[in-house]
């Protein structure tokens, strides 16, 4: 019984890992290679995927306006919400409690009801196709998302804090910036993980509203059919490219990922 | 400096936390806010410290009215019963956080803080996180940067509840020396009785929101205005009954009773409460004029160097704190003797009668 105990858990990984495996092996051998046999590993290891993701604009701006609007976005949500999860943890006013819950609903629909709206909203004022389009819609989806999160790491932080500073004379802005963010330091980040990972992954907001000078890297994946057939190897070398921001950012917040997952609260 | 409290009172929500509340407490004094969880001690400390508006009533400081004031502009500081440091600076910032807002000088800083921390023996853990210290060295920083400025009114909401009993100990030595010398207002609540008599100072008795009783701590302890200041400045609880007055003579049941003179012999006949605290209910016959009263045994609570009986005595649940050790079974029946000289009597409306 004592001896076996790892192989489950060895098996667990194993399966866990194989997608992933076969992602990146993929992403080392030619297409004919992936179409043509059966391989467990390259045969015949290529970079040629890489180089021409690394080289070609088109494929490597795919990246460069993911990260982009990525990035604006978790500014944007983080900072929309501190102040909103701060007034939700420490007072009390008319409908709170609802208003609270009315947040968290905005992430109950499917991005699919918004795409119409936005498109047309986006088009009419003059910013279809530009990171702050797609980093803009994500917000609807992030800052409440955000301010649960937040909330629950601030609530966490005794009011007597907050007391205490304006106590010693610290005005509010002061304490806020120089006390009490770096207090919830951990918070902030695991709340900026979280907006970064659901943008980074949403794939139907960000096609519909850009064309060209904005698309993200989902979308030109999707448009890997060319004259010589779809090429795999490449999509395989993007697959895996898409996988290291995520798994960077992970590293950081990794002590507080699962108090994320739990809103905050403990 | 002086503060003073004129008609304040804290509405909540249609729900009233303090009851119009006058207050004085002269300079350089030591005023101890003594009641149970839920009294408005901290309530009351909140709105006199400017972090909490009261709903009616004004405060005034050396006769100037801060009602309106901000807290950040009143120089006061504050002490929790949980240990409320900043948790991303240092000891030495922590301590020196009320002097940088300020804009002092940075040398001047260093002084103070070293002096400051040497009193509360902290220096060899400046340069530490407050998460890496214990709780009570953690409480010591905050009392050390409520006090390393020159606060005109310091509030310490029971800063030694939450420490172990030989940290409390210390620090209940080390607080009056400490505030000693400083021309400042300290009000110190407390749940503890003892610690409002270890103090020497004032005592304001706190219940559901009103100050029943305010004056010097000894006097307060010792001639409680109602039943309601005894009840809250005794610990165990002050035991009572219902006593029966015809011309001279006090009767407690049939067969036990006693004379009584002057200003308690002039009083009207009939029902009075008669008020006794533990320790004036023994084992031993002690005291000038003890009455026997017998009663069942229900827990008999034995420390090191003395007893603690819980008995019943005519449908009473009463309280014995004698020196020594005594067990007794319960359930069996023992004789306690009533030291009816430190007795309080009340009226109807639970007003202390003076004797």
């Known amino acids: 019984m004592k001896r076996s105990s790892w192989l489950i858990p060895t098996i667990y990984i194993l399966f866990l890992l194989l997608p992933i495996y076969w992602l990146v092996s993929m992403s080392f051998k030619s297409t004919n290679e992936i179409l043509g046999s059966f391989t467990l590993w390259p045969q015949d290891f290529t970079l040629a995927n890489y180089e021409k993701i690394f080289t070609d604009p088109t494929w490597y701006m795919g990246y460069v306006n993911s990260l982009i609007y990525v990035s604006i976005n978790t500014v944007l949500s983080v900072a929309v919400a501190l102040p909103a999860a701060y007034a939700f943890s420490r007072y009390r006013f008319m409908g709170d409690k609802h208003l609270f819950f009315w947040l968290l609903t905005n992430r109950m629909a499917p991005a699919a009801v918004f795409a119409l709206p936005f498109f047309q909203l986006y088009s009419a004022v003059g910013l279809f196709d530009t990171h702050l389009a797609v980093a803009l819609a994500h917000t609807l989806f992030n800052v409440p998302l955000a301010v649960w999160i937040l909330e629950g790491f601030m609530s966490g932080v005794p009011k007597q804090l907050d007391e205490t500073a304006y106590v010693d004379g610290y005005s509010f802005p002061r304490f806020f910036v120089r006390i009490f963010l770096p207090t919830i330091a951990a918070g902030i980040g695991v709340a900026c993980f979280f907006c970064f990972m659901f943008s980074w992954v949403e794939l139907l907001l960000g096609k519909t509203l850009t064309a060209v000078a904005a698309k993200p890297i989902a979308a030109t994946m999707t448009r890997t059919a060319s004259s010589s057939g779809y090429e795999l190897g490449l999509l395989a070398a993007a697959g895996s490219l898409t996988i290291i921001p995520g798994a960077f950012v992970i590293y950081f917040v990794r002590n507080y990922i699962a108090r994320g997952f739990a809103l905050g609260r403990v | ?355």
Request: proline residues 5%.
């Open chain 2, 1 to 355: 400096m002086s503060l003073e409290l004129k008609e304040v009172s804290k509405q909540v929500g249609g729900e009233t936390h303090i009851y119009p509340t006058n207050l004085v407490f002269d300079s350089a004094s030591f005023n101890i806010l003594l009641g149970t969880t839920g009294a408005g001690k901290t309530t009351l400390m909140q709105i006199m410290a400017g972090l909490d508006k009261a709903s009616t009533g004004s405060i005034f400081f050396n006769g100037e009215d801060v009602t309106n004031i901000a807290v950040q502009k009143r120089n006061v500081s504050m002490v929790y019963q949980q240990f409320i440091n900043y948790p991303n600076f240092t000891v030495y910032e922590n301590i020196a956080s009320p002097l940088r807002v300020a804009n002092i000088g940075e040398g001047e800083i260093k002084k103070r803080v070293g002096d400051i921390a040497d009193l509360l023996k902290l220096s060899p853990m400046l340069g530490r996180r407050p998460s890496e210290l214990s709780g009570g060295q953690q409480q010591r920083i905050a009392m050390a940067r409520a006090l390393v400025k020159d606060a005109s009114l310091v509030l310490l909401d029971e800063p030694l509840a939450n420490l172990d009993f030989k940290l409390r100990e210390e620090l209940r030595d080390e607080l009056p020396r400490l505030l000693a010398e400083r021309n400042c207002v300290v009000v110190y609540a407390t749940t503890e009785p003892m610690e409002a008599l270890l103090f020497s100072g004032h005592t304001a008795a706190m219940h559901e929101g009103r100050v029943t009783q305010f004056g010097p701590s000894s006097q307060v302890y010792r001639e409680p205005n109602d039943l309601v200041s005894a009840r809250v400045f005794s610990e165990p609880p002050i035991n009572t009954t219902s006593v029966l007055k015809a011309g001279n003579e006090i009767r407690l049941s049939p067969g036990i009773s006693w004379n009584v003179a002057g200003e308690l012999a002039r009083l009207k006949d009939g029902p009075y409460t008669f008020g006794i605290r533990a320790h004036h209910v023994t084992i031993q016959e002690t005291g000038n004029t003890p009455i026997q009263v017998d009663g069942t045994v229900q827990i008999t609570e034995i420390s090191g160097s003395e007893s603690v009986v819980h008995f019943r005595m005519n449908d009473n649940n009463w309280i014995s704190q004698s020196p020594g050790i005594h067990p007794y079974d319960v359930g069996s029946t023992a004789h306690f003797y009533v030291d009816i000289s430190h007795g309080l009597y009340f009226d109807e409306h639970e007003k202390t009668i003076s004797v």
